[in-house]
C-alpha cells in the first residue's frame, strides 16, 4: 500500500505523524510520502520514505500542487489538517482526516459524509513507554507540549518564580504560540525557568525522566486528556493536573487534580517535594496504566488494519512484521 500522509501546520517530527502513524506504515512494510513543511521547520526528511516540502500554512496553489505531488500512485490519502480537505484534487484515492482536536459537530458531520474520519476511537491517545524509568527526583517539574495562554502559560511562569526559592527548576519542553515567546523569554532570562522550544518527542521524553512531576494545566475550556498526561505516566513522572485529565489521574491513582491556581499547583509540588515514597508510588502507578492501555505498539497494529481496510486492500492482504530503516539523511 502506498499512503500520502499531509500537513501544512504540523511540525514534520510531530509525535503522533511521524513517530507512531508513519512509523507504524512502515514497520508493516508500506511505502510513505509524506507531504508537510520540512523547510520552515528546519528539518531533513528522514530516509526511509518519500519527502514533499511545502510552505508552512500554505494556499490553496502552492498546498495543493505539493498534495498532487505527494499523491502520485497513492493507495490512501491521511491529512492532519481540515483545510487540506478543500485542496484534494477530483481523481484521489479514498481520503482520511485525523481529527486530533475537538471540532464543531457540523464539520465533523459534513466530512464524514465524503471521507473517512479518525477520531481517538480509531487511534486512541498513546505514547512510547519506557521499560524502567528512573525514580522521580526533587528538584524539577516539566512541561512538555506547546505553549500558550488558554495551556497555562501564565501560571506557570508564576509558579516558576514561586519555586524558585524551594530549589525547584522549571523546565517547559516545546514550542510557543507568537504571543508567549516574549514572556518566554524575558522569564528564562532572569532565571526564572529554562524554556528549550521544540525538541522531538523521543528526546522531550527523556528529558522527563526523573522529574518531581509533571504538569498540564490548561483551562476548563479545553477538553479531552492531552497526550502530555500519558507522556508523563509512560516515564514514571507523577501528574499534577488541572479538570481536563481529572478523571484518568484520579482513577489510576498517577497524580494530584488541581484548580488553575498557582497557589494549589504550589502547595501540591511542594508536598510531593517533601514526600519521596509518594512520589515514587504515583509514578508506579502512571507507569503501569500506562504500559497496559497506552503504549502505542499495542495500538499500531490496529492502526494499519484501519487505513489497509480504508484504503479497501482486500482482507487476506495485511501487515508484515518489517522493520524499515528511518534515520536522518547527512
Same mark, same amino acid.
Given at each position: 500500500?502506498?499512503?500520502c500522509v499531509?500537513?501544512i501546520?504540523?511540525?514534520?517530527?510531530?509525535?503522533?505523524?511521524?513517530h507512531?502513524?508513519?512509523?507504524?506504515?512502515?514497520?508493516?512494510g508500506h511505502?510513505v510520502?509524506?507531504v508537510?513543511?520540512?523547510?520552515?521547520?528546519?528539518?531533513?526528511?528522514?530516509m526511509?520514505?518519500g519527502?514533499?516540502?511545502v510552505?508552512?500554512?500554505?494556499?490553496?496553489g502552492r498546498a495543493?500542487?505539493a498534495?498532487?505531488r505527494g499523491l502520485?500512485?497513492a493507495d490512501?490519502?491521511l491529512v492532519?489538517?481540515?483545510a487540506l480537505l478543500?485542496?484534494?484534487?477530483?481523481?484521489r484515492?479514498?481520503?482520511?482526516?485525523?481529527?486530533?482536536e475537538?471540532?464543531?459537530?457540523r464539520?465533523?458531520?459534513?466530512?464524514?459524509?465524503r471521507?473517512?474520519?479518525?477520531?481517538?476511537?480509531?487511534?486512541p491517545e498513546?505514547?512510547?513507554?519506557?521499560a524502567?524509568?528512573?525514580?522521580p527526583?526533587d528538584t524539577?517539574v516539566?512541561?512538555?507540549?506547546?505553549?500558550s495562554?488558554?495551556?497555562g502559560?501564565?501560571?506557570l511562569?508564576g509558579l516558576?518564580?514561586?519555586?524558585?526559592p524551594?530549589g525547584i527548576?522549571?523546565?517547559?519542553?516545546?514550542a510557543?504560540?507568537p @504571543?508567549?515567546?516574549p514572556? =518566554?523569554?524575558?522569564?528564562?532570562? #532572569?532565571?526564572?525557568l529554562?524554556w528549550?522550544?521544540?525538541v *522531538?518527542? /523521543?528526546h522531550?521524553l527523556?528529558?522527563?525522566?526523573?522529574a518531581?512531576?509533571?504538569l498540564?494545566?490548561a483551562a476548563e475550556?479545553?477538553?479531552?486528556?492531552?497526550?502530555?498526561?500519558?507522556?508523563y505516566m509512560g516515564?514514571?513522572?507523577?501528574?499534577?493536573t488541572?479538570?481536563?485529565?481529572?478523571a484518568?489521574v484520579?482513577?489510576t491513582?498517577c @497524580?494530584?487534580?488541581?484548580? =488553575?491556581?498557582?497557589?494549589?499547583? #504550589?502547595?501540591?509540588?511542594?508536598?510531593l517535594?517533601?514526600d *519521596?515514597? /509518594?512520589r515514587s508510588?504515583?509514578?508506579?502507578?502512571?507507569h503501569?496504566?500506562a504500559?497496559?492501555r497506552h503504549?502505542?505498539?499495542?495500538h499500531?497494529?490496529a492502526?494499519v488494519?484501519r487505513?489497509?481496510?480504508?484504503a479497501g486492500?482486500?482482507?487476506t492482504?495485511?501487515?508484515r512484521?518489517?522493520k524499515?530503516p528511518?534515520?536522518?539523511?547527512?
Amino acid at each position: 500500500m502506498r499512503v500520502c500522509v499531509a500537513t501544512i501546520v504540523h511540525h514534520p517530527e510531530d509525535a503522533r505523524i511521524m513517530h507512531r502513524q508513519i512509523r507504524a506504515l512502515l514497520d508493516a512494510g508500506h511505502e510513505v510520502t509524506y507531504v508537510a513543511p520540512f523547510t520552515h521547520f528546519n528539518v531533513t526528511p528522514p530516509m526511509g520514505l518519500g519527502a514533499v516540502d511545502v510552505p508552512y500554512g500554505a494556499g490553496f496553489g502552492r498546498a495543493g500542487a505539493a498534495l498532487r505531488r505527494g499523491l502520485r500512485g497513492a493507495d490512501l490519502l491521511l491529512v492532519h489538517d481540515h483545510a487540506l480537505l478543500r485542496l484534494l484534487p477530483h481523481r484521489r484515492p479514498p481520503v482520511v482526516w485525523d481529527v486530533r482536536e475537538p471540532v464543531n459537530a457540523r464539520r465533523l458531520a459534513r466530512a464524514e459524509r465524503r471521507h473517512h474520519v479518525c477520531t481517538s476511537s480509531v487511534v486512541p491517545e498513546a505514547t512510547m513507554v519506557a521499560a524502567a524509568p528512573p525514580v522521580p527526583g526533587d528538584t524539577r517539574v516539566v512541561h512538555i507540549g506547546r505553549l500558550s495562554a488558554e495551556r497555562g502559560l501564565a501560571e506557570l511562569i508564576g509558579l516558576a518564580e514561586r519555586l524558585v526559592p524551594h530549589g525547584i527548576r522549571m523546565e517547559l519542553i516545546g514550542a510557543a504560540d507568537p @504571543g508567549a515567546r516574549p514572556l =518566554l523569554r524575558d522569564a528564562q532570562r #532572569v532565571g526564572l525557568l529554562d524554556w528549550f522550544g521544540y525538541v *522531538p518527542n /523521543r528526546h522531550a521524553l527523556r528529558m522527563a525522566e526523573g522529574a518531581l512531576a509533571g504538569l498540564s494545566l490548561a483551562a476548563e475550556t479545553v477538553t479531552g486528556v492531552p497526550t502530555k498526561v500519558l507522556d508523563y505516566m509512560g516515564r514514571g513522572v507523577p501528574v499534577i493536573t488541572t479538570a481536563q485529565s481529572a478523571a484518568l489521574v484520579e482513577r489510576t491513582g498517577c @497524580g494530584i487534580v488541581v484548580p =488553575l491556581d498557582v497557589d494549589a499547583v #504550589v502547595d501540591a509540588v511542594l508536598d510531593l517535594k517533601e514526600d *519521596p515514597a /509518594r512520589r515514587s508510588a504515583l509514578g508506579v502507578r502512571g507507569h503501569a496504566e500506562a504500559r497496559l492501555r497506552h503504549h502505542w505498539p499495542d495500538h499500531a497494529p490496529a492502526f494499519v488494519a484501519r487505513m489497509e481496510a480504508w484504503a479497501g486492500l482486500p482482507v487476506t492482504i495485511r501487515s508484515r512484521a518489517v522493520k524499515t530503516p528511518l534515520s536522518r539523511t547527512a
